[in-house]
């Protein structure tokens, strides 16, 4: 009987060890314990230091997203960041529009690395840019052998764990500005709002036309932190827990304007700046949001 007495106690430690371990390591691989940087998957935003123009880098599950890469002069700044986080190769290279802080880099970018699909809007009839810049990188797209993926509202494309989803144009807008892809990036509850250099008059159409859908974690505030962008109207129906501004310290256009500073404050929005902070590190486990080390 004392054996048999015994031999039970051992069999409950056994399935009461084997529960808690069960317990233990479902709580520790979904975030429920352990410290936030701990996450097996390597899941980040940089939003790079790259002068007077934007670049963001999206990694998740080995897979890069590229939003843009900044003027030609600061190009540099793009690649080394980018071999500094051992990337080699690039699975979607957004250009949200054609101006120069923001397609400058972009011929480099093609020239260092592998890309696998480039997006772009085709311009608004009758917009078609004839700048140097704009030629050339068609030039060079076409002398890779490669083609335009021309983006549309409405596409969709998964790089790692996030979902992206284009937002907009929604319309043949005449500005190349208001021309930018709107772009939104979900990872299980965490999500991305990326506008380019899109202004409020065009913000006020994705409010009326997606309304909630709008709601995003991140903010890559639009056109630099200018005061033509980032609408009450819009912050609202964004309501962002971060709000990321990049643009060069000091630079001629006076950005971030204290008109946005002003709306993005007012709507609790944690404003990060690349011409303070540098180089600006987000990273997420799909739940929670924290800022990281500069790689
Ligand atoms: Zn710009």
Same mark, same amino acid.
């Given at each position: ?31 429920? *314990? ?53 990337? &080699? ?19 480099? *970018? ?35 052998? &490669? ?12 790089? @790692? ?30 999500? *991305? ?24 974690? *991140? ?5 630099? @932190? ?23 310290? @000091? ?45």
């Amino acid at each position: 009987m004392a054996r048999r007495k015994k031999f039970d106690l051992l069999k409950a430690i056994g399935i009461a060890v084997f529960v808690a371990v069960g317990i233990l390591s479902y709580l520790y691989s979904n975030g429920y *314990i352990g410290t936030n940087n701990q996450t097996s998957a390597d899941t980040y935003v940089d939003f790079i230091d790259c002068g007077q123009g934007d670049s963001t880098l999206i990694v998740s599950d080995g897979c890069a997203t590229l939003i843009d890469a900044t003027t030609g002069k600061d190009a540099q700044k793009v690649v080394e960041h980018l071999k500094g986080r051992n990337i &080699k190769k690039i699975d979607h290279f957004i250009l949200t529009h054609p101006h120069e802080d923001h397609i400058g880099g972009a011929e480099v *970018i093609l020239d260092t690395f592998e890309v696998e699909t480039i997006h772009m809007r085709r311009p608004t009839k009758g917009t078609e840019p004839t700048t140097k810049v704009y030629l050339n990188l068609l030039k060079k797209i076409k002398s890779l052998g &490669k083609t335009v993926h021309a983006v549309d509202a409405e596409d969709l494309f998964e790089s @790692g764990e996030w979902s992206f989803k284009v937002f907009g144009p929604l319309k043949d807008y005449e500005d190349l500005n208001d021309q930018s892809v709107v772009l939104k990036g979900t990872y299980q509850g965490v999500s *991305i709002l990326l506008t380019g250099d899109m202004e409020s008059a065009v913000e006020k159409d994705l409010c009326e036309a997606y309304g909630d859908d709008l709601k995003s974690t *991140i903010l890559k505030v639009g056109h630099h @932190g200018s005061k033509t962008s980032s609408s009450a109207i819009f912050l609202k129906a964004v309501s962002p827990q971060y709000g990321v501004i990049s643009c060069e310290a @000091g630079n001629s256009y006076g950005h971030p304007h204290k008109e946005a500073l002003n709306r993005l404050k007012k709507h609790n929005v944690e404003i990060l700046r690349t011409d303070l902070d540098g180089t600006v590190t987000l990273i997420t486990d799909g739940r929670n949001v924290w800022q990281g080390e500069e790689s």
